[in-house]
């Protein structure tokens, strides 16, 4: 039977269920124990708060075959949104006005900035459900609020002391607790591989930033053409500027805190020298005609129209392969981005992907205070993180996908060539935006490692990648905490909330002049002394002086 007969077989088998709307009766989740309750249907509503989100999402939000087995489990239709804009922005907005959906995902990388702050804020506010009564419950999200978090973000972060013991996040892709299971997400520069050979230049020898701007220049007066014919831009980015931090490589380090050794003395991040020199080498590339004028801008359906059509010759993200699988390289297969360098940093060691033994940082879900029906979110996100969710998140339907051979998952061959040919069809199956949004405390590739005859040409070129860029892992207390035990450290978040280094850092790029660019900087890193950063610095140096476990 083909993929699309199954497909259909299995929508109509979803379309004459007793899932959909909540006065469609009640679930079959079979056999009750006595004194149990039949769960009724219930629709909720999912935001996933990042930028180009949506992808993953499939055309049937409802009655594709793993939302329609979810919902025979639960009782629970989700609706789905995503944003093409900024994530900060729409928390703001959802908070701002009392709109927050029943569930949403969104990014949390500290509680003292950008996304992070915003969510704590409005968990101070009322505005998240304390998850704490239900954690026994939902055994699974109990082991997701626990498993695969660095100790110090746990105690710090995640459960911020301001939170007085209350729960409201649960982290999603979080690995297991083994360095094993940490995802490796091989953020580098990655540029068109006929152009490089037109240029008789090696990938690997581009590892330094003069050497990055002598190919920009090389590909600049070159004449190199996108599909359509038109000239390419040597240089860009994803949405909104993500991640141009790949360009300025040269001047990165080793780092799990916001504070650096410079000669003998600790600076704060916003202090250093380098500030200079990293503008300074953007506005050579912007000016030059190097790099993209509207990379900071960019939508992400603006974005991915200018790497799938091989407009960027060179491009700083992750290597973005389930996006170029399906339209450049299957159309234009010679232009296969590849890896430069890895670049260097100024160690003189690789650039690559820093980590502590458990993750810093992370996406969250959280429920609005206001859901009606939080047991059925909680329901939901408990099934899809128990062992058979996890095998249908990632495999499908048993049978229809997959079948068990001596206890692991292994696809039909017949789906598994359809799926690789054309992706679009495994995420219209349900089978892309649960592992991405939903699922914690878990990694499938240590769980269920693909055997090597089973990886397609694109996870084999993963790989490839990830040898390149091995994680490197720091087992040490971030120095960032230490700076909350300072006396003034609140008085200094107060007067730097306003303050953003890297939008004010951006807005230079574009200024008139280069000394008007490095007042700018110097402006901006001057509102940070005066905030105290100067002598929180100094306080944190003295506290690591006192132990041993701390890491800059």
Not at 58 to 85: C, F, H, M
Not at 253 to 269: A, P
Not at 515 to 533: D, T
Request: with cysteine; glycine share 8%; proline share 5%.
């Amino acid at each position: 039977m083909t993929l699309i007969a199954l497909l259909l077989l299995a929508t109509m088998t979803a379309c004459t269920g007793k899932g959909g709307g909540e006065d469609a009766g009640t679930v079959d989740t079979g056999p009750k124990e006595q004194g149990t309750e039949e769960i009724k249907p219930v629709t909720l509503s999912f935001l996933s708060a990042w930028n180009g989100g949506g992808a993953g999402f499939p055309q049937d939000q409802e009655n594709n075959p793993v939302a329609g087995q979810i919902r025979e489990k639960t009782g629970v239709t989700l609706k789905l949104e995503s944003i093409t804009t900024s994530e900060v922005e729409k928390l703001n907005t959802i908070f701002a006005s009392g709109t927050v959906p029943d569930i949403v995902n969104a990014p949390f990388w500290s509680t003292t900035g950008g996304e992070g702050q915003v969510i704590k804020k409005a968990a101070m506010e009322g505005q998240l459900l304390d998850l704490t009564p239900y954690l026994d419950k939902y055994p699974n999200i109990k082991r997701l609020v626990t498993t695969g978090i660095a100790k110090d973000f746990a105690e710090f972060d995640l459960n911020s002391p301001e939170f007085e013991g209350k729960t409201y996040l649960i982290p999603t892709e979080t690995p297991d607790g083994t360095p094993e299971s940490i995802h490796n997400w091989n953020y580098g520069l990655f540029a068109r591989g006929d152009i490089l050979k037109a240029l008789n230049v090696k990938a690997e020898d581009i590892d330094t930033q003069e050497e990055l701007v002598d190919l920009l220049i090389k590909i600049r007066d070159g004449g190199f053409k996108d599909i359509g014919g038109k000239p390419v831009i040597p240089a860009g980015t994803m949405w909104n500027g993500w991640d141009y931090g790949q360009f300025l490589a040269g001047w990165t380090d080793y780092t799990i805190s916001d504070y650096r050794e410079v000669d003998g003395k600790l600076i704060h991040w916003t202090q250093s020298k380098d500030h200079e020199a990293r503008l300074l080498y953007m506005r050579k590339l912007l000016t030059e005609g190097l790099f993209d004028l509207e990379a900071f801008n960019n939508t992400s359906t603006t974005a991915n129209e200018k790497l799938t059509t091989g407009k960027l010759a060179v491009f700083g993200a992750q290597p973005m392969l389930v996006d170029l699988q399906k339209t450049l390289y299957k159309t234009n297969p010679e232009m296969q981005y590849e890896l430069l360098g890895p670049m260097k940093n100024k160690s003189g060691e690789i650039r690559t992907q820093v980590e502590k033994p458990g993750r810093s940082g992370f996406p969250v879900l959280f429920l609005s205070a206001n859901i009606k029906d939080p047991d059925a979110a909680l329901r939901y996100i408990d099934y899809v993180n128990s062992e058979e969710g996890r095998l249908l998140a990632y495999f499908g339907i048993e049978g229809m996908h997959y079948t068990m051979e001596n206890g692991v998952p292994q696809w039909i061959s017949d789906v598994k060539k359809q799926f690789d040919e054309n992706p679009d069809l495994k995420r219209d199956a349900g089978l892309n935006y649960l592992p991405g949004r939903f699922i914690g405390a878990f990694s499938s590739e240590v769980t269920w490692p693909t055997p090597e005859d089973q990886k397609t040409e694109w996870q084999k070129l993963e790989e490839s990648f990830s040898a390149k860029m091995p994680i490197k892992i720091i087992d040490k207390v971030s120095a960032s905490y230490l700076a909350r035990e300072w006396p003034k450290y609140q008085e200094y978040i107060d007067k730097t909330s306003s303050l953003n280094f890297d939008e004010e850092f951006k807005k230079a790029f574009f200024a008139g002049s280069d000394e008007e660019a490095l007042n700018m900087l110097h402006s901006v890193q001057e509102k940070f002394r005066a905030a105290g950063v100067e002598e929180m610095a100094e306080f944190v140096a003295q506290k690591a002086a006192e132990r041993d476990d701390v890491g800059f």
